[in-house]
T-cell receptor, first 115, second 114 residues
Framework: QKEVEQNSGPLSVPEGAIASLNCTYS??????FFWYRQYSGKSPELIMS????GDKEDGRFTAQLNKASQYVSLLIRDSQPSDSATYLC???????????????FGSGTQLTVLP | DTAVSQTPKYLVTQMGNDKSIKCEQN?????MYWYKQDSKKFLKIMFS???????INETVPNRFSPKSPDKAHLNLHINSLELGDSAVYFC?????????????FGPGTRLTVL
């Protein structure tokens, strides 16, 4: 079993729709969770981090965490063509500080938003 | 101002050669990393240094040798390059941003071994 699993996609949604990206992790002691966006040929860029169960909203992005189910998701509302990218889920055992020290990444989900 | 920079951006070389990739960060972070991203986009940590000290050394062939001359620089030297080393190598650094430990990536070095 992979440590961090994501639907590989590709996922296509029409412009204006909600894109839902899912991630499961195997290590129950994981404490901090991150979503990175990576455009083709570019480096990963952090878009969301979440540490507590529940939802965390930032603009059009909402991260959802359920530690009991070992599940983290990212919702993108009002999807735009500029959101087309690969989204990487990353998991770490650490807490809020010192938490980025060792990230385990999923293989990413490729999202295409169709105009 | 570039936060995390890497050189070169592209590197094409023959099997058996030795090459180096350089990384510098101007964010004042204590921790730096090297990641390898393969053709399937899987991003895997290779090494991590904290204040010039090696703290993470994943299962990586000993042909790969990191070196941190100071906490703002982390270089990667690769001996006897093999076809399977072809990948994009990302340098990253991390530090507290608004109370949260956040990792920032460099632009990547695309290595092609022929």
């Amino acid at each position: 079993q992979k440590e961090v699993e994501q639907n590989s996609g590709p996922l296509s949604v029409p412009e204006g729709a909600i894109a839902s990206l899912n991630c499961t992790y195997s290590d129950r002691v994981s404490q901090s969770f991150f979503w990175y966006r990576q455009y083709s040929g570019k480096s990963p860029e952090l878009i969301m981090s979440i540490y507590s169960n529940g939802d965390k909203e930032d603009g059009r992005f909402t991260a959802q965490l359920n530690k009991a189910s070992q599940y983290v998701s990212l919702l993108i509302r009002d999807s735009q063509p500029s959101d087309s990218a690969t989204y990487l889920c990353a998991v770490n055992r650490g807490g809020r500080t010192g938490s980025a020290r060792q990230l385990t990444f999923g293989s990413g989900t490729q999202l295409t938003v169709l105009p | 101002d570039t936060a995390v920079s890497q050189t070169p951006k592209y590197l094409v070389t023959q099997m058996g050669n030795d090459k180096s990739i350089k990384c510098e960060q101007n964010l004042g972070h204590d921790t730096m990393y090297w990641y390898k991203q393969d053709s399937k986009k899987f991003l895997k940590i290779m090494f991590s240094y904290n204040n010039k000290e090696l703290i993470i050394n994943e299962t990586v062939p000993n042909r790969f040798s990191p070196k941190s001359p100071d906490k703002a620089h982390l270089n990667l030297h690769i001996n006897s390059l093999e076809l399977g080393d072809s990948a994009v190598y990302f340098c990253a650094s991390s530090g507290l941003a608004g109370g949260l430990d956040t990792q920032y990536f460099g632009p990547g070095t695309r290595l092609t071994v022929l």
